[in-house]
């Protein structure tokens, strides 16, 4: 999905009044979120937003072959970044972080494959959906009232957008960056299983 160029600035202004404690790396929150062995030859970053459709369908049709084929292999460690489209997603980016890392990736696994249901239901409120995945998986009202209003996390988190965006040229979501040890390969779009496939490989042989 393409970003607005106002979005992109409004993201882009915010996240320059970033706590300096973010850029020390100290909040335990902010660490990596991946899946994969840590030495693996590729490592791919994965850049998403929660409310994307095309970061959904990508979810739904290529990760769990690739979390099978190239992830519980050995071949790829994938890990991923934070690239929220709007005031939702940031926020649900956030729930996302705050919980036991171990539950990290069941929990996107859900937003992204009930998005219909929580963030564009007609007529519904995308935040007390929210609020109610989140207490599925284990995080009180107060908890999640309390993230809610947690600038600072919103601003780390829109920090590393924008950092996505001068370091990757990140534009759209999903965006991936496919590095090996001698080469790197960025690429934009939802990718089928044998394009994720191929570039991993190219890196690979560099």
């Given at each position: 999905m393409r970003l607005p160029r106002?979005?992109?600035l409004a993201a882009t202004a915010l996240a320059a009044t970033a706590p300096a404690l973010h850029a020390q790396g100290t909040d335990p929150r902010m660490a990596e979120r991946g899946i994969g062995r840590p030495d693996?030859?590729?490592?791919?970053?994965?850049?998403?937003?929660?409310?994307c459709s095309h970061c959904a369908a990508f979810h739904r049709d290529t990760y769990p072959r690739v979390k099978r084929e190239l992830v519980e292999t050995?071949?790829?460690?994938?890990?991923?970044?934070d690239f929220p489209l709007d005031q939702v997603a940031l926020t649900a980016a956030a729930v996302a972080?705050?919980?036991?890392?171990?539950?990290y990736e069941g929990f996107i696994g859900t937003l992204l494959t009930t998005?219909?249901?929580?963030?564009f239901s007609r007529g519904g409120d995308p935040i007390a959906e929210?609020?109610?995945?989140?207490?599925l998986a284990g995080m009180s009202r107060a908890q999640f009232?309390?993230?809610?209003?947690?600038?600072?996390l919103k601003r780390a988190i829109l920090g590393d957008r924008a950092m996505a965006e001068r370091?990757?040229?990140?534009?759209?979501?999903?965006?991936?960056s496919f590095q090996g040890r001698q080469k790197t390969v960025n690429q934009s779009g939802n990718l089928s299983f044998d394009r994720f496939a191929q570039l991993a490989t190219e890196v690979r042989q560099a």
């Open positions: 106002r979005t992109l693996a030859p590729v490592k791919v970053m994965e850049f998403f937003s929660l409310t050995g071949a790829v460690r994938l890990i991923w970044r972080r705050s919980l036991p890392a171990e539950r998005q219909d249901r929580w963030a929210l609020a109610k995945l989140a207490a009232d309390q993230v809610q209003a947690d600038e600072g370091e990757f040229d990140v534009r759209a979501t999903p965006s991936f």
